[in-house]
C-alpha cells in the first residue's frame, strides 16, 4: 500500500512543490502520518473499531461520514479520519475547507467516541 503526500490544498494530487509553505507541508505531513495510525489502530483494537459504526451512546451510526476525507466514503476511512481530526483539530482548525475546530458540537457523535473510546478521556491536543 502507498501514502502520498498531497499539496496544501488536500486535493486529490500529488504535492509537486507548487508554491505550498513549509508550514503546510507540515501540516499535511502530520495529518497523513495520524490519519494512517488510525487504519493501524483499528487492525490493532478490532474490539473498539467493531463498536464505532454502532448505534450511540457506543457508536456513531446516524452521523454522517466527516466532510474532511474526500476519497472514499466508508466505515474505515471515517475512523481513521476520526482518530486524524480529533488530534489536529486545534493545530489546524479549518482543515480541508471543513472548521474541525467545533468538532465536539458538530460531530459530537464522533467527538465521544473518539474521546471514550480511544483516548480513554483525553481531550488535551
Request: glycine share 6%; with cysteine; net charge neutral.
Amino acid at each position: 500500500r502507498e501514502i502520498r503526500l498531497y499539496n496544501c490544498s488536500f486535493s486529490s494530487r500529488p504535492y509537486k512543490g507548487d508554491g505550498c509553505t513549509a508550514g503546510y507541508i507540515w501540516q499535511n505531513l502530520f495529518y497523513t502520518f495520524v490519519h494512517e495510525t488510525g487504519h493501524v489502530y483499528a487492525w490493532r483494537n478490532e474490539a473498539v473499531y467493531y463498536y464505532f459504526p454502532k448505534d450511540p451512546p457506543v457508536g456513531v451510526k446516524g452521523e454522517s461520514f466527516l466532510p474532511t476525507y474526500t476519497f472514499e466514503s466508508n466505515t474505515s476511512e471515517d475512523f481513521a479520519e476520526t482518530i486524524a481530526v480529533y488530534v489536529i483539530r486545534r493545530a489546524v482548525p479549518n482543515f480541508s475547507s471543513v472548521n474541525i475546530i467545533n468538532m465536539n458540537t458538530d460531530f459530537p457523535k464522533h467527538y465521544q467516541f473518539a474521546k471514550d473510546k480511544i483516548f480513554n478521556g483525553f481531550d488535551g491536543f
